[in-house]
């Protein structure tokens, strides 16, 4: 394979990754980090039971089952995060007061900072791979000049 050909595949993932760093900042880029704005009240709630599998697509993932009061009612529920918790520990349960199995649980949630930084350090990873193809690129052509 020609240095021309490796180094715009390095630009091309370069691109891809630059992409991919973008989109996940988006607010609907990533929509289990985005708080549902329905979830209009708060209350506290106790982490019963926690497990973790691993799923293709996410990695290590963990089955979190959830108790906690909604409109004077116990309810208890099973949720999946990318972030665990351990088993007895309080947590704050935002959840809608139509629907209160719709919820979100900001311990189980990807703070902003932490969404900012993976971001940053993607799309940087992306403009270096695209930088190491442009500098491959015109290494070759001036080989091929000489």
Excluded at 22 to 36: E, L, Q, R
Excluded at 65 to 74: I, K, M, N, R, S
Excluded at 105 to 110: A, I, R, T, W
Excluded at 117 to 137: D, P, T, W
Aim: with cysteine.
């Amino acid at each position: 394979m020609s240095a021309k050909v490796k180094s715009t595949y390095l630009m091309v993932a370069g691109f891809i990754i630059c992409l991919l760093g973008i989109y996940s900042a988006m607010p609907n880029g990533n929509s289990s980090s985005v708080k549902n704005p329905n979830c209009t009240e708060e209350t506290s709630g106790v982490v019963r039971e926690v497990s973790s599998y691993n799923s293709i697509s996410a990695g290590r993932m963990y089955r979190v089952t959830l108790e906690y009061e909604a409109g004077g009612e116990p309810l208890t529920l099973e949720t999946t995060s990318r972030y665990s918790v351990d088993q007895d520990q309080n947590v704050t349960v935002h959840y809608n007061p139509e629907n209160p199995s719709e919820i979100y649980v900001d311990e189980l949630e990807d703070s902003k900072a932490n969404r900012l930084v993976k971001n940053v350090i993607m799309i940087a990873i992306g403009a270096f791979v695209v930088y190491l193809g442009v500098q491959a690129r015109i290494a070759s052509e001036a080989g091929a000049g000489e």
